[in-house]
């Protein structure tokens, strides 16, 4: 059974960065593509970044996070990480991290929270 455990999240003022991490386990990590997403309050959970298994990446023109958010991932650690940088209050939510070629269940997230 695939698992995702997100960390990294936490409050930080409009501008700053943050790092988030999610680690896998139960599947092939490196085989497979990697997909950050978020939920904002009273919001549908939306995707921010994708990077596929051989290290393209993607980002969503609808967040508005093309050219701040760097995603990446450590095929040797089964982590993949989103760079967060001149956040907003807009990015504040909820981040998850899942699999779109090997879905898992969704984890606990880690809550990002931008102070204006």
């Known amino acids: 059974q695939v698992q995702f455990v997100e960390s990294g999240g936490g409050l930080v003022q409009a501008g700053g960065s943050l790092r988030l991490s999610c680690v896998v386990s139960?599947?092939?990590?490196?085989?497979?593509?990697m997909t950050w997403y978020r939920q904002a309050p009273g919001k549908q959970r939306e995707w921010v970044a994708r990077i596929s298994s051989g290290g393209i990446t993607y980002y969503a023109d609808s967040t508005n996070t093309k050219g701040r958010f760097i995603i990446s991932r450590d095929n040797n650690k089964n982590t993949v990480y989103l760079q967060m940088n001149s956040l907003t209050p807009e990015d504040t939510a909820v981040y998850h991290c899942n699999s779109p070629t090997r879905p898992g269940g969704w984890g606990q997230g880690t809550q990002v929270t931008v102070s204006s």
């Open positions: 139960g599947s092939t990590f490196s085989g497979n593509d």
